[in-house]
């Protein structure tokens, strides 16, 4: 069992972060990007080429995160792989001890540097989720058997701001449905359609049965937070948010303050299982958000690794 | 009929009506009478995550979401509502092409992979 599954069943607050893009460097520039970090987060993703860029394959960063002695959750989408390919990754995964594993369809390619692609899609999320829980009861998608089984702890993403709005809820228990044990939201600076996401998820009792894990992204200026207004694929930023950093003396500064305040509410929903940080900065911005937020590094912790619960809803 | 015959037919019907691309192994009933497999990313399952604030596609500004037409039409259907919410199988795209109509009778549209048969989903 892999410590996020251990933390989550114990129902500990979790902190997962994304590792930024890894393109040439070795194990070297994985050390390098773990660094200013590592201490405050229980697993980190391996993105999956995020937004349809081509970069080191999430395999190999797992395999690297387990090298530099960190836990791995390997993003995979269905943008680039037909179904034997993505079989034949998660096994691959498996072989190396990487169990958490995050189902992602994919930005289409027309997002990327590359969109001249061919998209593929042959499965979407949440039918790769589905996959790892197939692969989990021992079998390859054929039937032919896997022995012995490998065990995955399959997430999924979902985002609680883009529409059909009142749907988002009833597809994240779609993805549990197919097996998902945790779900990483989507950045989403409309704080009140967070709160309506969870709030359904609560009454539902969905966050019950699934983990619910809020994202928040670092920025560093203006110019990042009007790319990730208009070009992120389903991300919705209020024109406040720019206008505040466009007009901060100090926007660095000013994109801190809008992460911690996103941070804040998102851990004071009902339901919310942890947090999970992405930073544009070249700092240690997640480690200092993390001091800020009251979030305790591991040695710190009560018992090596298990951080105490923290606003359990 | 023949086969190829029965497909050009079902073709003639649906194309103009839900702009069918001939998947062979129809699921309009359950996406509120929406063809999925409109959708760039031939999404049999639901949204994906980069639907516009506008309700439109990530891939075709121009177009509204295939998925948020799906919802609210099953919203709207008297009928088949909850099926939704089913987990459709990957699609076998050695059915393209076929006529769903046929595949229907004969059953071979709901085959689907021995290892996703023997995996249940997880109760709510």
Request: with cysteine; charged share 35%; hydrophobic share 20%.
């Given at each position: 069992m892999s410590l996020l599954e251990g933390k989550l069943a114990r129902r500990e607050f979790v902190v997962t972060a994304e590792v930024p893009v890894i393109d040439a460097g070795g194990q070297d520039e994985i050390e390098r990007q773990l660094a200013p970090m590592r201490e405050y987060v229980d697993a980190f993703n391996a993105t999956?080429?995020?937004?349809a860029h081509a970069h080191c394959s999430p395999l190999a960063v797992s395999i690297g995160l387990r090298q530099a002695g960190v836990e791995p959750i390997m993003q995979l989408a269905?943008?680039?792989?037909n179904r034997l390919a993505l079989e034949s990754d998660l096994v691959g995964a498996a072989m190396h001890g990487i169990e958490n594993v995050c189902c992602l369809t994919g930005d289409?390619?027309?997002?990327?540097?590359?969109?001249e692609s061919k998209r593929v899609f042959d499965l979407d999320g949440v039918q790769l989720i589905k996959l790892a829980r197939v692969l989990d009861g021992g079998?390859?998608?054929?039937?032919?058997?896997?022995?012995p089984a490998p065990h995955f702890f399959a997430g999924a993403v979902e985002n609680p701001s883009a529409p059909p709005l009142e749907y988002r809820v009833r597809r994240a228990a779609k993805k549990a449905a197919a097996g998902a044990r945790f779900l990483q939201l989507q950045l989403c600076y409309r704080t009140e359609l967070l709160e309506r996401f969870m709030m359904t998820a609560h009454d539902t009792g969905l966050s019950a049965r699934i983990a619910l894990i809020p994202s928040i992204c670092i920025l560093r200026s203006v110019d990042g937070m009007r790319f990730v207004a208009s070009s992120v694929p389903g991300i919705d930023v209020p024109p406040s948010y720019v206008d505040r950093v466009a007009q901060a003396a100090d926007a660095e500064d000013e994109c801190f303050e809008i992460a911690y305040e996103l941070a804040t509410h998102a851990m004071a929903q009902p339901g919310v299982a942890g947090l999970h940080f992405i930073s544009f900065r070249r700092d240690a911005g997640i480690a200092k958000l993390c001091r800020r937020l009251g979030i305790k590094p591991q040695h710190e912790s009560e018992s090596h690794g298990h951080r105490p619960s923290v606003a359990l809803g | 009929m023949s086969p190829g015959l029965l497909a050009r037919a079902e073709h003639a019907v649906k194309a103009p009506v839900w702009g069918c691309q001939m998947c062979g192994q129809c699921v309009l009933h359950s996406t509120g009478l929406t063809c999925p497999m409109t959708c760039p990313k031939q999404l049999r399952n639901g949204p994906c995550?980069?639907?516009?604030?506008?309700?439109?596609?990530?891939?075709?500004?121009?177009m509204r979401c295939v998925w948020v037409k799906a919802y609210e039409r099953s919203e709207r259907l008297p009928v088949w509502r909850g099926h939704l919410d089913h987990l459709h199988p990957p699609v076998n795209h050695a059915l393209e092409g076929d006529s769903a109509w046929s595949n229907l009778v004969s059953g071979r549209d709901r085959q689907t992979p021995a290892g996703w048969m023997a995996s249940p989903d997880v109760a709510a």
């Open positions: 999956d080429n995020p937004s269905c943008r680039d792989r289409d390619v027309t997002a990327g540097d590359e969109p079998r390859y998608l054929s039937g032919r058997p896997l022995t | 995550g980069g639907v516009r604030a506008n309700g439109h596609c990530e891939v075709k500004p121009e």
